[in-house]
Structures are given as C-alpha cells and as structure tokens.
C-alpha cells in the first residue's frame, strides 16, 4: 500500500503515459510485400484502405508487390484493380508450360528444346511463357508508365520498386527508368524468370533481399509505414517424401530476412495465404486472395490508432497522360529493330499517341518472333514523349526434338532446327524432319519479318517433300495393302499474325504427287498450280483452336474448317470439335479421313475417307483420381464421295468400301462414344479411351505425346 502514493504522483506528474502514443507526421509509405500469386491480396487490402480513405505519400513494393503497386501508384483505385485483374489471362502469362518452339513450327511442341545464347547453345526446359509477361506488364502499365516518363516520383503515388543484385545480393531500389522493366526485375523469380539486366547490373526477385521491404521505407523517410504482408508461415510439419514440399520450402527460405520491427503507430496487416499456391492464378485463387486480404485489411484498421488522424483523405484523379511523339532514339548497332519497333506501334515523331490502341500493339508485337524483350523506356516533359527502347532480339538459332506414338500409328518422331539471320535470305529459315510409320516428310521453310502499313506482315515460302503409305480398309475394318503416295509441294505468300492468337497465311501453291484413286484404283501423275488461305487460331503453347483451309488450283479444289470450343461446367471441362470439307477432284492425300487425327469411335484411323465430311463430337471430362481425368466422348459424322466413278465409265475394283452421293441425305451417318482416362506427362498428353458405334464396330485408342 504504501507505493500506492508514490504511483499515483507519477501518474499526475507525466499524464502523456497513460495516453497512446501520437501519431507521426506524414510521410506514410505503404509497403508491399513479395508472395508470387500470393500479393493478388493485397488488391483487397488497397480496398479496405480506399474505403478507410487513407491515401499513403508513396509505395514500396517487391515481388507481386512491385506489380500491385505499381498499378495503384499509376493512378488506379482498388475497384479497378479489382475488375482489372479478374479479366487478364495471369493463368495462362504467369502459368508453366511446356516449351514452346518458334512460330514456323506451327503447332509442334518440342519435347526438348536448345537455344543458343552467349555460351553455345543450352537445353530449355518448361518455363513461364515470357512473351506473355512481357505483353502483360508493357500493356497494363502503360498508364503508369507514360506518365512516369522515367521518374517514379511524377506518378500519382510516388514508387519504389525492390530487386535484388544477382552479383552480391544486395538491395537495389528503382526509383526511374521503364516502369514495366523495373517490375519485371523485381518479379525475377529463380529458375522461373531468368534475371533483368538494367545498365551494367543483373538483377533478381527483390524478395530475396528485401521480401517484406521496411527498412528500404524507413530509408527513404517514412515516419510511418503500413505493411500489407503475404508471406507464408512456415509449418511444424514437413512432408519430406515429397520432393516439391522440400523444394517449396527451400525456395521460401530464400525469401525470408530478419523481421523489421514496427513502431507503435505503424500498421500492420497480415492476410493468411496458407494453403496456396505461389503460382495459382485460378479463378477460385483470385477471388478467395482478394476476399481474404479486405477482411484483414478491414481488421487491422478497426483497431488501429491513427485511423482517425489518416482517414477521410479524397482520391486524387491521376494526371493526364502526354500524347505527343517527340522522337524515338534506339541502338545504333540494331537498326532495323529500332525501325520495325517504331513503324508497328506507330511511334513516329510528330503521331499523337492513342494509349488503348497502343496497348494493343504492344501485345501484337510480343508474339512477332522477333524480340524477346521490348521496354518503352519513355522520357520527356510538358505533353511530348521521348523513347529509347530497350530491344533484345530472340537467340539466332534454335533446335528442338519432339516425340508420339498411338497404338494404330505406330511412333513419330521430329527435329527441327530454325536460323533467324540466314546471310542470303536476311530473315529466318527452318527445317523440319518428320518420321513416322505411315508418313515421312522434310519441309524447308523461310520467312522474312518486314512491315507493309500496320501491322506486320512476312512473306514466307515453304518446300515440302512428302511420302506415305496411306491406310485402305474394307468394309467391315479389315486392312488393306497400302497405296505408296509421293508428292512435292512449293508455296510463296505471306503471312500476318492478327490479335488474339490469330494467323493468316495467303500464298501461291504448286503442287506436284502420284498417287492411287480411291475409287477407280488407277494410278495417278498430277500437277496443279493454284492459290490457298489459311486462318489458324492458336493458343498460347501452340494449340490449335480453330483452322480454316480454302485451297483453288486447276485441278482441284477444298474447303476445310476444323473448330474446337473449351469451357467448363463446375467441375467438368468441355470441348466441342467441328470438322467440315468438301473437295472436288482431290488428290487421296488430301481426301478428309471422318473424325481427323482423333479418327471416330470404333473405327480405325483414316477409316471412311471422303471428298466430304460432316462431324461433330463432344467430350467431357472431370478429375478422377490425382493427375487422372475421365473422359466421355459422343461422336457424329459422315463422310462419302459426291463423284460417281460409274459414270466416268470406270467401275471401282473394290465397291463398297466407301459412300457414294451427296453429304447430306442418304445412308452412312454414324454415331459413336469413347470412354477412358487421360493425363498430363513430360511427354505431353497420354489418353487410353474405350470407342465403339452403331456399326457394332469397337475399336481402342491409346496415344503418348502430341500428334502432329
């Protein structure tokens, strides 16, 4: 009792102890921190901020966080990233894929890929698509960008971006240069992104000195710092069997330093991640990141002390963006990148500079084959832009080697190698050599990058030599002998790659075969000399979507379409094919087989082949059981010959085995359903299905690999 006085003395002599600590005066620097997909939660965070009205003096981000923060400082609201995020392809841009090989390749997908950099040329494995990074970073940061013109400070909300020096580890702060190229440096993840240079440094993910980046916000004068942080807990638990546990734990202790100690009015706001993934950008993750980090963000502010002192502050508009082209300086040592640079996004002096179709160029260009990275590099003052493009072509030469094999066609092997500074043709040329047990081919091909107007166009010539046994079966499956098919194919065009994973091909076609008719049985030398088009809908690793062949030659003619639409249904995937020809006079080669490569239930592969076909299947699959999808196909189709050969006067040495008459009408429609498993390999997709058809005819498909 007696020190009861004594206490309360000191009580009335220092009140400012029992009072909270007062808040500092501004600056108030929001820090951001490293956590790959992880950081989409700090998209919720921004949220509760802007509702909260706290609007900080500058932006620190690593990581995800250079990305997220780079947007917010570029002037947009945490809506707008929301509805912003939710609508780019980050699953397919950030996704590991297999390794894709150049665009002449179409869509081959080479099993092992060799490219030659500064050592010789070196074995690339599956990676994050960077063309697709590139695009996204150029494209969604180019309000921010243009604005900065080199300066982070002129943004709405000052920034500074986190790497990391690859030499010796340390932290490098960016606070000016080409914002796009300063996050994609801060994002370098080990051994998903290789490392930025920028001037005469190589630089790396900044979560690997600063992750959780507080001491570079207290160096830069922040008297107060709100921390969104994403990091991961570590678990007691460790399953070490699993080789990817062990190797994710490894990987996050590279990303973790000391803890920075926060002060009594900072803030604090700790989202829980546990359970996802660093690189799931899924819808589902999207969505559930975002949710979780406003409810932390809402939490943490409810009881912090300086709420009332920092909320309520207005929204500020970003400024407006300069729109003037003042000039384009580029390498002089890469002319010719610096003129194809300028004429396709049209950055010519003296243009005004439309930000929506610029960012449409941008992306356009990603997918030309010509550059493996483009940054702005804006400068300039007043309403003019400068550039000084920072250009890095793709490596000269690449090789690639590819493998499939399908229980009726036996194995198929390709390698192809691709030169793109051929001395005599100034552009690029390939080979491609094709083995398989039904079909041999070598195709020479050379394309040339150039620019007619807007957008790029490359005129292409291909030389084609092809030989194959092509499959015969009666009419009740049985197979017969093959007919020996040979045939020379040249063609001369050009070619233009449109938006969204488009392609268009116009050339001259001369073509040269000896053949057998399916009909008549005779044996056949044929020339033709004509024109084709093709339109290609390709996905971002070469997957076709959608073909559209028209072909029109003095002896013969086609028009073929082949479409495949993909959704999902909750859990079920769904993919819908559509296949419709019509030839005159065609070459066996080029008659349509029902069903395409995938053939149709129950039958044998090259079965029912036709100068028309019709067919449609639907395929629905669901996970099983870990990597295992089932899958139900339904199937439709017809495919006859419109031509008579009676009344050529020839009877057909082998009648009814094939429908003659019209495609529409008559008899010869089939319907048919395969059940099996599925499941992504190294070697790409492998499918053991069960087919069968009206016909009582069942038949089993087995396939390791992507045909082609």
Not at 106 to 126: D, H, K, M, T
Request: glycine content about 12%.
């Amino acid at each position: 009792m007696r020190f009861l006085p004594l206490l309360a003395a000191l009580c009335l002599a220092s009140p400012a102890m029992a009072q909270a600590p007062a808040c500092a005066a501004p600056p108030t620097v929001l820090v951001l921190s490293g956590g790959g997909a992880k950081g989409l939660a700090h998209i919720g965070v921004l949220r509760a901020l802007d509702e909260a009205g706290v609007r900080p003096q500058m932006i620190v981000g690593t990581s995800m966080g250079a990305i997220v923060g780079a947007l917010a400082a570029s002037g947009f609201t945490a809506t707008e990233l929301d509805s912003l995020v939710r609508s780019l392809p980050l699953a397919g841009a950030f996704g590991s894929g297999e390794p894709r090989g150049p665009l002449a390749w179409g869509a081959l997908l080479p099993l092992v890929r060799w490219e030659e950099g500064e050592g010789g040329f070196a074995l690339q494995g599956s990676t994050v698509r960077l063309a697709s990074v590139h695009a996204l970073l150029n494209a969604e940061l180019l309000r921010g960008n243009l604005i900065a013109r080199g300066d982070f400070d002129r943004l709405p909300i000052p920034l500074r971006v986190v790497a990391t020096d690859l030499a010796d580890r340390s932290v490098v702060i960016l606070g000016g240069g080409d914002l796009a190229q300063a996050v994609r440096a801060s994002t370098a993840v080990p051994l998903v992104f290789p490392p930025e240079r920028i001037g005469a440094r190589m630089l790396t993910d900044g979560g690997l000195s600063a992750n959780i980046p507080i001491a570079v916000a207290r160096g830069l004068g922040a008297s107060r710092v709100i921390v969104s942080d994403v990091t991961e807990e570590p678990t007691d638990t460790l399953n070490l069997e699993s080789p990817f546990v062990v190797a994710d734990r490894l990987l996050n202790w590279l990303f973790r330093q000391p803890a920075d100690s926060l002060g009594p009015t900072d803030l604090r706001v700790r989202t829980r991640v546990g359970g996802f993934g660093s690189l799931d950008f899924s819808p589902a993750a999207v969505d559930s990141l975002m949710a979780l980090g406003y409810a932390a963000g809402r939490e943490a502010l409810a009881g912090w002390s300086c709420l009332d002192a920092l909320g309520g502050q207005p929204a500020q508009s970003p400024p407006p963006m300069p729109t003037l082209v003042h000039r384009v300086d580029g390498e002089a040592g890469d002319p010719s990148a610096v003129r194809l640079f300028r004429r396709t996004l049209d950055l010519d002096a003296g243009n005004r500079i439309d930000p929506p179709l610029l960012r449409q160029r941008l992306r356009e260009l990603a997918e030309r084959e010509v550059f493996r990275e483009v940054w702005l590099g804006p400068t300039g003052g007043g309403d003019t832009l400068a550039f000084a493009p920072t250009l890095r072509r793709l490596p000269q030469r690449v090789a690639g080697l590819g493998l499939a094999y399908d229980t009726e066609l036996g194995g198929r092997l390709w390698a192809g190698a691709l030169d793109r500074q051929v001395p005599l043709l100034h552009g690029e040329g390939s080979v491609l050599l094709l083995l398989g047990r039904y079909r041999s081919d070598l195709l020479l091909a050379a394309r040339r990058p150039t620019l007619l107007g807007q957008p790029a166009f490359s005129p292409v010539g291909t030389l084609q030599f092809g030989g194959e046994d092509l499959r015969r079966f009666d009419v009740d499956g049985l197979e017969l002998a093959v007919d020996d098919i040979r045939e020379v194919v040249a063609t001369a065009g050009v070619e233009r790659q449109l938006t969204e994973g488009f392609r268009v091909t116009a050339t001259a076609e001369w073509r040269s075969w000896r053949d057998t008719d399916l009909l008549t049985r005779e044996r056949n030398d044929g020339t033709a000399l004509g024109g084709r088009v093709t339109v290609e809908k390709l996905t971002g690793d070469r997957r076709r979507l959608a073909r559209l062949d028209l072909a029109a030659t003095d002896i013969y003619s086609l028009a073929a379409l082949d479409i495949r639409f993909r959704g999902a249904i909750g859990p079920f995937r769904l993919e819908h094919q559509v296949r419709a020809g019509m030839g005159d006079e065609l070459p066996s080669q080029l008659t349509f087989p029902l069903g395409g490569e995938d053939g149709f239930p129950g039958l044998h592969l090259g079965e029912r082949r036709g100068d028309r076909e019709l067919s449609t299947a639907l395929t629905l699959s669901r996970r099983f059981l870990g990597p295992l999808w089932l899958r139900l196909t339904g199937a439709v189709g017809r495919s006859t010959f419109a031509r008579d050969p009676g009344t050529a006067g020839v009877s057909p040495r082998d009648p009814g085995f094939h429908v003659i008459g019209p495609l529409f009408g008559g008899e010869g429609w089939l319907l048919g359903a395969r059940v099996g498993l599925g499941t992504e390999t190294p070697l790409g997709p492998v499918r053991v299905e069960y087919g069968w058809n009206d016909l009582g005819r069942q038949a089993v498909f087995l396939r390791v690999g992507r045909w082609f």
